[in-house]
C-alpha cells in the first residue's frame, strides 16, 4: 500500500513464497518483468498514437479508444482482486497481456465486429495488469527488504524506479518503430505534384480550425498503404508474443502459502471495494477533486486523438506521428522523476501552479496556431511541453489523493482510475463531431474549473493545523506512472 496500490490485493498474494530465494534472483524477477511490460507498450503505446488514423472504417478507431477506457472504468473496482486471487500474480500478468496482444491482432482486419471486441479485452486486462504488476514488484521488494534488513518500502521504491526506468522508454521505440515504418512512403500523400508542398488550401483545415474530424479522410490524413500497415501490425504483435513469452517462462510465480485462509479474503474484494468506492464521495475534498484526473484523461486524450490527427498528420504526415510522440513520452518520463523529486523541496502548489500555467499556454497556442510544414520544431515542442504538465498531473495527483484520504486509499485510487477512465471516455466520445477548437475551450473550461477546486481544498487543507499540505512532499513519482500508463 505505501505505493498506492490496493491492500485488498495484496492480501490476496500475502504469505507468498519465490522460489528463487538469493538477491539476484528477486533483482532478475523485477528485469523479466520490466523488459515484458516494455515489449508490450513498445507494441500497444505506439498502436494507440495512430489508432485513429489507421482504422479504415469512419469513426472506428475513436470508438475502439471509448470502448477500451470504458472497459477499464467498469473493470478496475473488481476484476484485480478476483483474478489475482484464483490464478496468482504471474498467470494473472501472462492473461493480460494476451489481452493486449489480442489488441493488435485484432487490428489486422479492423472493423466494428474485431476492433470493439478487442478494445473490451484490453479494457477488462489493463487494471489486472497493473494491479498484478504493483502487487508483484511490491511483494519482492518487502522479502528482499526481509533479507537484508532493509527498510521495506525503500526497496519497493527502489524496484519500482528500476522498473519505470526501463518501462518508461516503450513510448520512445513503439513511436519510432512507426515512424521508420511508415517513413517509406514514397511521398507524402496529399502533396502537390509539381511543388513538392502540401497545398495551401489544406493546410487552411488544420489545427484549431479542422471540423472534418474522423469522418471524413481528407488533407495528408489518408491512411498509408496496406502492406506498409501490415508491417507495423506485424512488428507490434510479434512484441506482444514475445512480451507474453518471457513473462510465462522467465517471471517466478508467487505462490500463496496459506491456501486456507484465501477463500475467506478473495470473498469481500468485490462489494467492499465498490461501496467503499461510492462511500468515499461523501467526502467534500474527493467531490471537488475528481476534476484533477478526469483533466488528466481529457489532456491524454486530446493529445493522442486531436493533436497527432489536426495539426502532425493534417500538415505534415502521419509518418511525422511516432517522432513527435516521441518527445511527449521522453519528456514526460524525465519530468516524472524530476517533479517528484523536486516536490520535496517546493511543495505541490508550485508544481500545480507551474502545470497549469504550461498547458493554459498550450491550449491558447494551439488555438491561435495555424500549422505550417515550414515551421517544422513548433510541431514538437508542443507535445514536450505538454509532456511537463502531464508529468505534474500524474505525479502530484496521486500524490494528493494519497496523502488526504491516507486511511482509504485503496477507494482513494479506485476513484481516481475511475474518473481518470471517464475523462478519457468522455473526451474520446465526443472526437467524432466536435471541431478542435471547441475541444480545446472545453479543455480550457475543465483546466480551470480543476484548479480552482484544488486550490479550494489546498486553502481548506492550509487551514487545519495538521493539515497534510507537509506530507504531500514525499511522494514518490513512481506511483504517478503507475497510474497513467494503463
Same mark, same amino acid.
Given at each position: ?96 497481456? =494476451? =489481452? ?110 479542422? =471540423? ?149 499556454? =498550450? ?124
Amino acid at each position: 500500500p505505501e505505493l498506492g496500490h490496493h491492500p485488498g490485493e495484496l492480501q490476496s498474494c500475502s504469505g507468498v513464497t519465490l522460489s528463487a530465494g538469493a538477491m539476484e534472483g528477486n533483482l532478475k524477477n523485477v528485469l523479466v518483468l520490466s523488459f515484458g511490460f516494455l515489449l508490450l507498450f513498445t507494441a500497444y503505446g505506439g498502436l494507440q498514437s495512430l489508432q485513429v488514423e489507421i482504422s479504415s472504417e469512419e469513426g472506428l478507431g475513436v470508438a475502439a479508444l471509448s470502448t477500451l477506457y470504458g472497459g477499464m472504468l467498469l473493470s478496475s473496482m473488481f476484476l484485480p482482486p478476483v483474478l489475482i486471487g484464483k490464478l496468482g500474480c504471474k498467470w494473472t500478468l501472462v492473461l493480460a497481456m =494476451c =489481452c493486449y496482444v489480442a489488441f493488435s491482432l485484432g487490428n489486422f482486419y479492423a472493423s466494428w465486429y474485431t476492433l470493439i471486441p478487442a478494445s473490451v479485452l484490453v479494457g477488462l486486462g489493463a487494471a489486472a495488469l497493473w494491479s498484478a504488476q504493483g502487487t508483484y514488484l511490491t511483494i519482492v521488494g518487502n522479502m528482499q527488504a526481509q533479507k537484508t534488513g532493509q527498510v521495506g518500502k525503500d526497496v519497493v521504491s527502489q524496484y519500482f524506479g528500476i522498473f519505470f526506468l526501463i518501462f518508461q522508454s516503450s513510448g520512445v521505440w513503439g513511436n519510432l518503430i512507426s515512424s521508420l515504418v511508415f517513413g517509406q512512403m514514397p511521398t507524402q500523400v496529399g502533396l502537390s505534384a509539381s511543388t513538392g508542398t502540401i497545398p495551401e488550401e489544406q493546410l487552411q483545415a488544420c489545427g484549431a480550425s479542422d =471540423c472534418l474530424m474522423a469522418t471524413v479522410s481528407t488533407n495528408s490524413t489518408k491512411r498509408p498503404s496496406q502492406d506498409l500497415i501490415y508491417t507495423l501490425l506485424g512488428i507490434y504483435t510479434g512484441c506482444g508474443f514475445l512480451a507474453v513469452l518471457l513473462m510465462a517462462v522467465f517471471l517466478e510465480p508467487v505462490r500463496d502459502a496459506q491456501p486456507e485462509g484465501e477463500g475467506e479474503k478473495q470473498a469481500p474484494p468485490f462489494w467492499s471495494t465498490l461501496l467503499s468506492t461510492f462511500k468515499l464521495l461523501r467526502d467534500k475534498r474527493l467531490r471537488l477533486l475528481i476534476l484533477l484526473p478526469m483533466l488528466s484523461g481529457f489532456e491524454q486524450a486530446f493529445l493522442s486523438g486531436d493533436y497527432t490527427r489536426s495539426y502532425t498528420t493534417c500538415a505534415l504526415g502521419i509518418q511525422f506521428v511516432g517522432y513527435v510522440m516521441i518527445c511527449f513520452g521522453a519528456v514526460d518520463a524525465l519530468c516524472s522523476v524530476l517533479f517528484g523529486r523536486l516536490a520535496r523541496h517546493t511543495g505541490r502548489t508550485v508544481l500545480f501552479a507551474l502545470g497549469a500555467v504550461t498547458q493554459l499556454a =498550450c491550449i491558447i497556442a494551439l488555438l491561435l496556431w495555424k500549422p505550417h510544414p515550414s515551421q517544422l520544431p513548433v510541431f514538437f515542442v508542443f507535445p514536450s511541453l505538454w509532456g511537463m504538465a502531464d508529468a505534474v498531473w500524474q505525479t502530484q495527483n496521486n500524490a494528493l489523493f494519497g496523502v488526504l484520504f491516507e486511511k482509504n486509499k485503496e477507494a482513494a485510487f479506485a476513484n481516481y482510475r475511475l474518473w481518470e477512465a471517464l475523462g478519457f471516455v468522455i473526451a474520446f466520445g465526443y472526437s467524432t463531431f466536435l471541431c478542435v477548437s471547441i475541444k480545446l475551450y472545453v479543455l480550457l473550461g475543465v483546466l480551470s474549473a480543476a484548479m480552482a477546486a484544488y486550490g479550494a481544498v489546498e486553502y481548506t487543507e492550509s487551514r487545519k493545523a495538521d493539515g497534510p499540505l507537509a506530507a504531500g512532499r514525499t511522494k514518490p513519482a513512481e506511483e504517478g506512472a503507475t497510474q497513467t500508463k494503463l
